[in-house]
């Protein structure tokens, strides 16, 4: 039987969970729009963990205080991709 087609509720060796191929994002759309949400959580908080500069909660601190604001970090963004896409 192969990973793919095991009951995903069913214990299995290796300890991972299976999805089923039915069940995963099945479109680069979705992909990419995953890859995204966890840009935005590494933008946030994981890369912030180590940062002295920019640490945990200063990024939110600055856009409260109105320093900069949510739209102008999307621009931004926004900007880098257009950039970057030949």
């Known amino acids: 039987m192969s990973p793919a087609s095991r009951d995903p509720n069913e214990p299995n060796p ?3 969970k299976v999805v089923p191929i039915e069940h995963r994002e099945s479109t680069r759309a979705e992909h990419i729009r995953g890859t995204v949400t966890d840009l935005v959580a590494k933008f946030l908080y994981y890369d912030r963990k180590e940062d002295e500069e920019l ?5 939110e601190a ?6 900069i ?9 926004s900007s880098g991709v257009r950039e970057n896409i030949r």
């Open 55 to 59: 640490p945990v909660g200063e990024i």
């Open 69 to 77: 604001s949510v739209d102008e970090i999307c621009e931004l963004f």
């Open 62 to 67: 600055a856009i409260r205080c109105g320093e």
């Open 14 to 16: 290796y300890g991972v």
